[in-house]
């Protein structure tokens, strides 16, 4: 080790949770690190495209919204959690605000849009479709000038000292050096793991890396089995896969299989193409399986030209980039990887159960999304629970609330099986999508843990980013089958062929520590 740093706070990731903590940190007087594996401007926050929900809008309450949360999620939402969200919104909007994001506006208002599952139109967007990017360009600015920040670093490992955090080792990718960097609290908001999968709206950057880390340092984690695959993505041979907002389908577009006949209504005849997203995306993936196809048609083809350049900037350019009109041509889209709804156990604080050690935005699980997140509720859960990190720790509440307590009935991986062969990151993602996807079984969950079992058993010391970046969807894929294997109902996101309904017995969370033995909480 070359040298040592002291803080008061490390935070890992440069997110819109992350960089948020941190502002809000320094501005208390704390002495912070921020750490990023890549430029301070990539993270997940710069493609979310949707926006941000907020019940702000005249006849709206965040009791409704409360109930949005409630239902979408399936029978799993932690409600003093969502009740906290929803009612924390318009505070931390106005904090946005006062941070420079600029909300679309017309004559005077803030402009609100409709996405699927929402009883109202509530959604908050910017630039059109670029509202994470409005907020990331507008945090990252703040915080440049604000406190240190660490380009091109990953997390190696958390450091823990007599049971409680103590600091963050990093390796730095443009040196080649390990370094210790101390400080009494880490916050980790490191984004998802959309990366474990072939098909993902994700950035490059989302490997889970957060998750990987704070299970190996005795966190717990939960919920991995619930990855939300987004019904509407462009995907075409040979280009990056491209999100088509769910608020496309919020202001009235529609889907059709390759037959020409609209289907959401044989799915869900009340929310039709606003149902919620496990709902749509299984119906596409049946629709294809039945045509043969390898997408579905979404069409909002009673829109012209100018109003979807100006509702929808980034998406309307990028379907010309692709031969495509959106106001002339049926968009071929289909269903891919896009939110990892668990993560790393936290209270309502972003405590985790290491003393120390707090965990804010896709990385963490707070409980608010359940087993199928509400749309455009992601942006929001990190801005309410980051704040409130921030003020346990420069502020706590009297009486200080507790740190959770760990999970008596937690359980560990499966033992490792080594076989010598060292996967691909392509060789994961491959055996992810057809094993753990959208639609699962008994003997693919079976054969996904195994294989992966061996593969993790032979993976060597990283020595790389992408060395480091393979650790992390094998840890987070590991947790993801093992906890689909053993969550034997269909819930939410998380869909079996051999348990396809929901079961009152598993209105349960499963729950992983290290070195745990146990069953499920």
């Known amino acids: 080790m070359t040298s040592r740093a002291d803080y008061d706070l490390i935070v890992v990731g440069s997110g819109i949770a992350g960089l948020y903590a941190a502002i809000q940190a320094k501005e208390e007087g704390a002495r912070v690190l921020v750490v990023t594996k890549a430029g301070i401007g990539e993270a997940s926050t710069r493609y979310a495209q949707g926006g941000i929900a907020a019940a702000v809008g005249e006849g709206d309450s965040p009791e409704e919204h409360l109930q949005d949360t409630l239902e979408a999620g399936a029978g ?125 709206t994700n950035p490059l950057i989302s490997t889970g890396d957060g998750v990987a880390i704070a299970y190996e340092a005795g966190a717990e984690v939960l919920d991995m089995e619930f990855t ?160 409130r990190a921030v003020e346990r720790l420069l502020h706590p509440p009297s009486p200080v609330p507790p740190p959770p307590e760990p999970a008596t009935n937690a359980i560990d991986l499966a033992p490792l099986d080594p076989d010598g062969h060292v996967p691909t990151a392509a060789e994961v993602k491959e055996l992810m999508w057809q094993d753990v996807g959208i639609v699962r079984s008994g003997e693919s969950l079976q054969r996904a843990s195994s294989t992966l079992r061996r593969w993790a058993a032979s993976i060597p010391r990283p020595a790389d980013r992408d060395g480091y970046e393979l650790r992390s969807i094998v840890t987070c894929a590991r947790l993801a089958s093992e906890a689909a294997l053993l969550r034997e109902e269909s819930r939410g996101a998380h869909y079996r062929t051999d348990f396809p309904e929901p079961l009152d017995d598993w209105r349960r969370h499963i729950v992983f520590r290290k070195d745990a033995a146990g069953g499920t909480a």
């Open 228 to 387: 939300q695959f987004h019904p509407t993505a462009l995907v075409i041979p040979g280009q990056p896969v491209f999100l088509i907002s769910e608020a496309v389908r919020g202001e009235g577009a529609l889907l059709f299989n390759t037959r020409g006949e609209r289907f959401m209504t044989k799915y869900d005849p009340t929310r039709a193409e606003l149902a919620p997203r496990d709902v749509v995306a299984r119906a596409a993936v049946r629709e294809m399986a039945e045509t043969g196809a390898a997408h579905v048609l979404l069409d909002i083809t009673d829109r012209d030209d100018a109003w979807l350049a100006a509702r929808f900037p980034q998406i309307y350019a990028k379907c010309l980039e692709a031969g495509l009109d959106m106001a002339r041509d049926r968009v071929p889209v289909s269903p891919a990887a896009h939110y990892t709804m668990g993560g790393v156990r936290t209270n309502t604080w972003g405590e985790t159960t290491l003393p120390g050690l707090f965990v804010v935005g896709e990385a963490a699980c707070t409980g608010v999304h359940g087993a199928n997140r509400l749309a455009s509720n992601s942006l929001l859960e990190t801005v309410v629970f980051a704040h």
């Open 76 to 200: 799993l939402v932690d409600e003093e959690a969502a009740r906290i969200l929803v009612y924390e919104a318009a505070d931390r909007i106005a904090d946005l605000v006062r941070y420079g994001v600029q909300f679309d506006s017309s004559n005077g208002e803030v402009s609100l849009g409709r996405e699927a599952a929402h009883s109202r139109s509530r959604i908050l967007h910017a630039r059109g479709d670029a509202t994470g990017l409005e907020i990331e360009l507008s945090l990252s600015s703040l915080a440049q000038r604000e406190v240190v920040i660490l380009e091109h670093t990953l997390a190696d490992r958390l450091l823990v000292e007599g049971g409680r955090i103590a600091g963050v080792e990093v390796f730095t990718r443009t040196t080649g050096e390990h370094r210790i960097y101390t400080a009494g609290t880490v916050v980790l908001a490191t984004g998802g793991a959309g990366q474990m999968y072939r098909t993902t």
